[in-house]
């Protein structure tokens, strides 16, 4: 068994409660879920969205049966942290340093607080152009204005974890309404859906000149949608609940009702990729895709009716810039508590979280700020940096990945929890392809700009 000298995140390590064994699943459940909501946030970032609908409004719902798959990985890779954090007691940090060293620990921990950055980036840019479309202030303000989202995250914190765990899922239930409401007003047809979600050999060959193929599209949501941040928040704040850390018993309830409450998070982000694909296949499918490229052509297009048709109104945009807003806020916990654990796990440095979230969103918000400083206030500008941000995450994941996989596979560590056959054999399989569909992303990105 590996050993490590502190809890991660020891704030609120060990602090929630949950019922005795005799209790029923649904209170025990209800006891573990949370931890999922703050997880699947990352598969429902900004960074996801222009994705999703380009891809409805390009190539139909094709490319639904890519969201399926990748959510599938991302319900067996956060599975796997949910065991290291409940087995090990540690995060997947500590559990890195483990069996790294210091030296490799500390080029780790850059490369992985980058990602965080990158991020945060994104989430910054959603911020700043929702708060552009609801209230018309400059992109620079928006930008500067979610600085101070540090305050939310402290108040929040005095209240408890628990508390930070229903924002978060108000957040994804706000989202999941808006889209809903939505799609539910385009119309789609059920039978082209349910047709979307059988895997295609079209994904592999469909193309529209001048734009991406629809084999570039589904690399980019595939490659966006394990976020290399929430691997290491998951290991993490699964510990949040007092479960028995040495009986047997209490460690398979604590995987088993915390792996379920993943699932059913995650499931909700799936649904909610699913409706903005859905969504740009049902409105703007046909329509010239020159004209849904960015957030605010996407917002002005559900505005007008010779562009969607007779569902377009001002409060369809509206929705979709709260629903932009409020993905954007997600970052203000989930990337501070990542921080958070990544530095004390890879390098044991711990600093109060206000400075912590300052110097984060402070390195997110300087690219930004100096794209509009050196090409002006325009949301084409700070979206470009949006994709280049989803790309370096690309290039980030596997680092995540692939200790994730040993440490979980490994039976000294986990004993009676290690992977089965079949999970190892899957996760290296869904390690594998991810990195090669990155490197295909990303070498179809530097080839566009050439």
């Known amino acids: 068994m590996l050993k490590i000298s502190t809890v991660s995140l020891e704030e609120i390590n060990n602090t929630v409660y949950i019922p005795d064994p ?6 025990k459940l209800w006891a573990f879920s949370g931890p999922g909501a703050l997880v699947a946030v990352g598969y429902m970032d900004p960074g996801n969205w222009i994705t999703s609908i380009q891809g409805g409004a390009l190539y139909s719902y094709l490319l639904l049966s890519v969201i399926l798959i990748s959510s599938l990985i991302a319900m067996l890779l956060q599975a796997m942290c949910v065991k290291i954090g409940v087995v090990t007691g540690m995060d997947l940090a500590q559990a890195t ?10 080029c780790l921990w850059i490369s992985t607080e980058l990602a965080i950055i990158a991020t945060e980036i994104a989430e910054v840019i959603g911020s700043a152009v929702a708060l552009n479309l609801l209230f018309d202030i400059p992109l620079l303000i928006g930008v500067l204005l979610t600085v101070f989202d540090v305050v939310i995250l402290l108040i929040l914190m005095k209240f408890g974890f628990r508390k930070i765990e229903a924002i978060v899922f108000c957040l994804i239930a706000t989202i999941f309404i808006i889209f809903a409401y939505e799609v539910l007003r385009a119309s789609p047809e ?12 079209d994904i592999f060959t469909a193309s529209i000149k001048g734009h991406d193929s629809a084999l570039v599209i589904a690399l980019g949501i595939v490659g966006a949608t394990v976020m290399p941040h929430n691997l290491y928040l998951h290991s993490s704040i699964v510990q949040t609940r007092k479960y028995d850390r040495q009986n047997r018993t209490s460690l398979k309830d604590a995987i088993k009702y915390a792996t379920i409450d993943s699932n059913i998070q995650l499931s909700f982000s799936f649904i909610i990729n699913c409706l903005l694909l859905i969504l740009g296949a049902a409105l703007f499918y046909g329509n010239d895709p020159d004209n849904l490229g960015r957030f605010t052509q996407l917002y002005d297009a559900l505005k007008d009716p010779h562009m969607v048709g007779p569902v377009a109104s001002s409060i369809m945009a509206t929705l979709f810039a709260v629903a932009l807003l409020a993905s954007g806020q997600n970052a203000t916990i989930t990337g501070t508590l990542t921080g958070q654990i990544v530095m004390e796990g890879f390098i044991h440095l711990s600093i109060p979280l206000w400075a912590r ?3 984060s969103r402070g390195l997110a918000v300087t690219p930004v700020i100096l794209c509009i400083y050196i090409w002006g206030d325009k949301d084409n500008i700070v979206e ?12 980030a994941l596997p680092i995540s990945m692939i200790p994730l996989i040993l440490v979980t596979s490994n039976k000294k560590i986990m004993k009676e929890f290690v992977n089965c056959k079949l999970t190892i054999i899957l996760g290296w399989i869904a390690t594998i392809s991810l990195i090669i569909l990155n490197l295909q992303l990303i070498y179809e990105v530097i080839s566009s700009l050439y």
């Open 384 to 395: 470009n940096l949006l994709i280049y941000t989803q790309v370096f995450l690309s290039i």
């Open 190 to 201: 059920l039978s082209d859906i349910i047709n979307g979600f059988i895997p295609r050999t």
């Open 97 to 106: 340093k483990s069996m790294v060293g210091k030296k490799i620990s500390f």
């Open 357 to 359: 979230r300052i110097i």
């Open 22 to 27: 005799n209790a029923s699943f649904l209170r």
